[in-house]
């Protein structure tokens, strides 16, 4: 489903991606964890083309993305065309303030796919449902936790029928009471066949719902395997240490 | 104060005097709508990724910002026909006016635009929405928002500065006031009235964008108090009443 070669990008000379490779097949949940500026959100961004990757190719869906046959990046307009097909989810929701929760889950389809309103609207509401936020139709964001503003935006994003999702740290930044219902919709998501890769520091839900698990660390990726290898027996030096200081924290939070 | 101000005089003068505030308006209400729309095209052009429009406009803009109104106003009226372009004087005023309006109104829009986090450019970017479909449906909508206040501030400011077309002999309520008085000489009652009849105008339109910038800082929902975090994110506040 994505296919990511040598993937290179720099920060004003500061190497964030150091040739990062990578498939995710169809179906297939990915965790993504690593510490904080190891590059992982980049990585998101430039399968999604919010930022433009020095070098490397990535293909989604068999297609080379954001780029013609010469090499030479799209334009934006075709650029955005591609991009309909991933969702993405953003660690502070970045719902759209002055739309209703139902317009900013129908904003896709309306205004790229230029669906008529009540169609888009119907549909809306289906995912909405799915979300468990029916009745919350008709307000704004503002109105929402942080929790149910985050259900909101991976219903807007699945309203697109993405092929792929792509979740940046879609929990950090709730209450923890409010974590539980947005990793239950991941996790139904996961159990439907979307094809997922989830950065995140829930390393519970990693476990139980990733069938792959990446542990990135300096832009490069350290380490990958099954939730299993990873947690029980990373073979990597930095692996381990990075996860014994996660788990530690998380259990003296009393969260874990 | 009854041997200075001439209460025969202004019975006589106020619907002159009225006339002349009705021109006011109406060149307030004509300039302030085309620099709201000039101004927010002239932001955008800004932005534009064709670099000759860029350089043109904002030359333009600084050349309006540089320089008087006043001058602006008699360089239209006076210079131009010089040079075979020639325009009524309330054609003149509603020219010079709305070019220097828009000018400021533009940096008014930039500055919204700018504000709108980069977390709605990415958003509308990930739906897949075209740069233009996402300036128009998801920035624009919440920039203008933001820059409502500002926006009221200088159609009031506009509202006070048509008094300098008198300079160019458009029939306004100043031009009014500088007939009736120079015929009579009573500036005293005259000016005291004109004076009256600006603040009876100015002073419910000052009380409006007070009231518009509550209504922006209530939030969308008409009850909440909007505050972007220095992350980016954003948080809300219940209002106190
Ligand atoms: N737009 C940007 N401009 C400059 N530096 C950036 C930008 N985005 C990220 N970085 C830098 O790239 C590094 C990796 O960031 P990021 O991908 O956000 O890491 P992570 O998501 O793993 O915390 C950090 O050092 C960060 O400061
Ligand atoms: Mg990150």
Redesign the interface.
């Given at each position: 489903m994505i296919t990511v070669t040598d993937l290179c990008k720099s920060f004003d000379g500061t190497q964030v991606l150091n040739n990062v490779s990578l498939t995710v097949a169809a179906g297939e949940v990915v965790g993504v964890i690593g510490p904080s500026g190891s590059g992982k959100s980049t990585l998101l961004?430039c399968l999604?083309h919010?930022e433009t990757p020095d070098s490397g190719v990535i293909e989604v869906d068999g297609h080379q993305a954001y780029i013609d046959e010469r090499g030479k990046t799209l334009s934006?307009?075709r650029i955005?065309?591609t991009?309909?097909?991933?969702?993405?989810v953003?660690?502070?929701?970045?719902?759209?303030?002055?739309l209703t929760v139902l317009q900013n889950v129908a904003?896709?389809p309306r205004?790229?796919r230029r669906k008529d309103r009540a169609e888009s609207e119907q549909r809306a509401r289906a995912l909405l449902a799915q979300v468990g936020l029916a009745e919350k139709a008709d307000?704004?964001?503002?109105?929402l936790s942080g929790g149910q503003q985050q259900r909101v935006?991976i219903a807007?994003?699945l309203a697109?029928q993405p092929k792929v999702m792509l979740f940046d740290e879609p929990t950090s930044?709730l209450d923890p009471e409010l974590v539980g219902d947005v990793l239950a919709v991941m996790q139904q998501l996961a159990e439907d066949g979307m094809t997922m890769i989830v950065v995140t520091h829930e390393m519970g839900f990693v476990r139980k719902v990733a069938g792959r698990v990446i542990f990135m660390d300096e832009g490069r990726i350290v380490e990958q395997g099954s939730p299993a290898e990873i947690f029980e027996a990373p073979a990597q030096p930095r692996t381990r240490s990075f996860l014994s200081s996660v788990l530690t924290h998380t259990a003296q939070d009393g969260t874990a | 104060m009854s041997s200075l101000f001439d209460p025969d005089l202004a019975r006589t003068a106020f619907p002159v005097l009225l006339r002349g505030l009705l021109v006011t308006v109406e060149l307030t209400v004509i300039c302030g709508v085309l620099s709201l729309a000039f101004g927010l095209l002239v932001a955008l052009a800004r932005m534009s990724p064709f670099g000759p429009l860029r350089w043109i406009v904002s030359g333009y803009v600084q050349l309006v910002r540089a320089t008087p109104l006043l001058i602006q106003l008699i360089y239209i009226y006076y210079a131009l026909p010089f040079v075979g372009i020639r325009f009524s004087p309330f054609v003149s005023a509603v020219l010079g006016l709305t070019l220097n309006v828009s000018a400021y109104l533009a940096e008014v829009y930039r500055s919204g635009i700018e504000a709108v986090p980069r977390g709605q450019h990415d958003a509308a970017a990930a739906l897949g929405m075209r740069p233009s479909v996402a300036m128009v449906r998801v920035i624009l909508p919440q920039a203008i928002r933001i820059v409502i206040p500002a926006l009221g501030n200088y159609m009031v400011s506009l509202f006070k500065d048509t008094s300098l077309a008198a300079v160019i002999t458009v029939q306004e309520m100043l031009f009014a006031g500088q007939i009736v008085s120079a015929e009579t000489y009573d500036y005293f009652t005259i000016y005291t009235m004109v004076f009256i009849l600006y603040f009876a105008v100015g002073y419910p339109a000052i009380r409006l964008v007070i009231l518009l910038e509550k209504r922006v800082k209530a939030g969308y929902s008409g009850r909440k108090k909007l505050i972007v975090t220095p992350t980016g994110g954003v948080e809300t506040v219940e209002l106190i009443k």
């Open positions: 961004r999604n919010l934006a307009a955005a065309d991009r309909s097909g991933v969702g993405m953003f660690q502070h929701f970045n719902l759209f303030p002055h904003s896709g205004f790229v307000q704004h964001p503002e109105q935006a807007r994003a697109m930044a | -």
